[in-house]
Nanobody, 124 residues
Framework: QVQLVESGGGLVQAGGSLRLSCAAN????????MGWFRQAPGKEREFVAT????????YHGDSVKGRFSISRDNAKNTVYLQMNSLRAEDTAVYYC?????????????????WGQGTQVTVSS
């Protein structure tokens, strides 16, 4: 069992930056891939970024590539999402999730545990 708690969301102007954190409570954190997803009102949940168990491999969705960066600190049981050059279309609830596998994955079905989400609002 892994419990995930996101933080760091908020209101920011377009072009600004935010850093999301996701703290995990569970002994399996360092052995599984982690991911970030987001969901805007009226839209389906969208993949944002994923990172392998050791942090050596990562992948970002096309809509955030070059602007967002996922990282993790296994000593702190925490995964991060650095978001730069934010746009109005980045407005959504952001969720972190723990996968059932060690290597990164973009598939929602590969994620077993989810946080409660943190709201990010970008004003234009």
């Amino acid at each position: 069992q892994v419990q995930l708690v996101e933080s760091g969301g908020g209101l920011v102007q377009a072009g600004g930056s935010l850093r999301l954190s996701c703290a995990a409570n569970g002994h399996t954190f360092s052995s599984v891939a982690m991911g970030w997803f987001r969901q805007a009102p009226g839209k389906e949940r969208e993949f944002v970024a994923t990172i392998s168990w050791g942090g050596g491999s990562r992948y970002h969705g096309d809509s955030v590539k070059g602007r967002f960066s996922i990282s993790r600190d296994n000593a702190k049981n925490t995964v991060y999402l650095q978001m730069n050059s934010l746009r109005a279309e980045d407005t959504a609830v952001y969720y972190c999730a723990a996968a059932s596998r060690r290597e990164y994955t973009t598939r929602v079905d590969d994620y077993l545990y989810w946080g409660q989400g943190t709201q990010v609002t970008v004003s234009s």
